[in-house]
């Protein structure tokens, strides 16, 4: 089992940023990929960002094409924190955010990740 505690969210200006942080804990020692997933209200779940935790792959990121180059995913091994940067947020970035973790490979499918956090508000106002 693995948990993820996730903070940093809540309200922003339009334009504004925020930094998403996500603290693993349990048998991460597997652990291929963290990332983010959003989902805005009367809408699906759609992947934000991953990042490859260890091996020949290690450290290697895939963004959302409507991220624009705004956000920023990193990681902390020791810490086994992942984090997301975002800059320049837009009102129609308002969505739950779910850190996600998975021992397999995934890539943008929900259903490739086994583990997900509580999922905190992001909220941008115009």
């Known amino acids: 089992q693995v948990q993820l505690v996730e903070s940093g969210g809540g309200l922003v200006q339009s334009g504004g940023s925020l930094q998403l942080s996500c603290a693993a804990s349990g048998r991460t020692d597997s652990t291929y990929a963290m990332g983010w997933f959003r989902q805005a209200p009367g809408k699906e779940r759609e992947f934000v960002a991953n990042?490859?935790?260890?091996?020949?792959?290690?450290?290697?990121?895939l963004y959302a094409d409507f991220v624009e180059g705004r956000f920023t995913i990193d990681k902390d091994n020791a810490k086994s924190t992942v984090y997301l940067q975002m800059h320049g947020l837009k009102p129609e970035n308002t969505a739950v955010h779910y850190c996600?973790?998975?021992?397999?490979?995934?890539?943008?499918?929900?259903?490739?990740?086994?583990?997900w956090g509580q999922g905190p508000q992001v909220t941008v106002s115009s």
């Open positions: 990042i490859i935790w260890s091996g020949v792959s290690d450290g290697r990121t």
């Open positions: 996600v973790q998975t021992d397999r490979k995934a890539v943008t499918r929900a259903n490739e990740y086994d583990y």
